[in-house]
């Protein structure tokens, strides 16, 4: 952050490549932090929050909130965080702290959630981000930044659901071998649940038996799956684009539970909801005791996404990749790459590409 201001990048309107901007540091409130962003995982909601898919998008728009840095300053009601401390953020960056769900401490369901992103002060596309302290997550001293960037969204977006609905030694489908699904895998197995991954890229297999998976099923063929009707008590759809709603159903046992944790269009026949009494529900992110508990659990059991680390300024084509389908699979724009401000170790499994197109 400059004496000028932040320095980001920014969408100017809907579906914009991003632009470099400079916009006056947000006001710190007595129970906020700013954090100088030293890593930030590029997430396929930015790019949803970029075409307005939410219908909440204000522009110019700094997306961004996969967000890993250290605090540089704190309100004056702050004393769990001292400057210095290294914390990751993710897609919440505050709450109404009066509604019934926050009340019960169930924060990411508050009514007011769609004002609450911590995109909405601007993203961490940018040197520094503000949010409530209680919304910096003190990280776990080993963690590289780059896996914990990737963990405060996608990470507690498939390890809430999955501790949540799994039960006791249950069979879960993980469908979409995506950023979400190569880490639902790795949660899942270390669960100890029997995980299938179901992919419509054959040359995932390795990949996802790598992550473990104990078998792994090619979508798009009804006759090659239909062997697994009512075989799963619970799958998790982590795919965005469209997918097969009807062999999702078959897919479950009677009472069996479909979560969604990505935004796929929906549209299906309620026949086989309403005879096989199974159920449909949304998973949205995670409150503080979830979060804490899935970045330790983490920590535990080796989870890491697999990564693809770029320079800040490499946004736009970072981007592009990510639309083409062409990233295994997450990307993490790191500031050290591109300003030298920071250092940090790299996560396992990390690629540097430091050049557009790489």
Known sequence: MSSSGVTGYAARAVGCPLEPVTYPVPTLGEHDVRVAVSHCGLCFTDIQAIDDFYRITSFPFVPGHEIVGRVEARGSAVSELKEGDRVGIGWQGRSCGRCRWCVRGEVHLCYDIAEMGTWERHGGFADSVTVDASFAYPLPTSMPSDVAAVLMCAGISVYAPLTRYAGDGPRVAIYGLGGLGHLAIQFAHALGYEVTAFSSTTAK??????????????????????????????????????????????????????????????????????????????????????????????????????????????????????????????????????????????????????????
């Not at 300024?313 to 724009?333: C, M, P, Q, T």
Request: net charge negative; hydrophobic share 40%; glycine share 10%.
């Open 205 to 358: 297999e390795e990949e996802a038996l790598g992550f473990g998976a104990d078998h792994f099923v090619v979508t798009g063929n009804r006759d090659r799956m239909r062997p697994l009707d009512f075989e799963f008590d619970l799958l998790l759809c982590t795919a965005h684009g469209d997918v097969d709603w009807q062999a999702m159903i078959d897919l479950l046992e009677k009472h069996g539970r479909l979560v969604l944790v990505g935004f796929p269009e929906v549209s299906m026949w309620a026949r086989d909801l309403v005879a096989h009494e199974v159920s449909i529900t949304g998973s949205f992110l995670g409150n503080h005791a979830a979060m804490r508990e899935m970045l330790s659990f983490a920590q535990a059991h080796g989870i890491a996404p697999r990564i693809e680390r770029r320079p800040m300024s490499d946004v736009n084509d970072a981007i592009r990749r990510l639309k083409e389908g062409n990233v295994r699979y997450r990307v993490v724009l790191n500031h050290a790459s591109s300003a030298g401000r920071h250092s940090d170790p790299i996560g396992p499994g990390t690629q540097d590409l430091a050049s557009p197109g790489a």
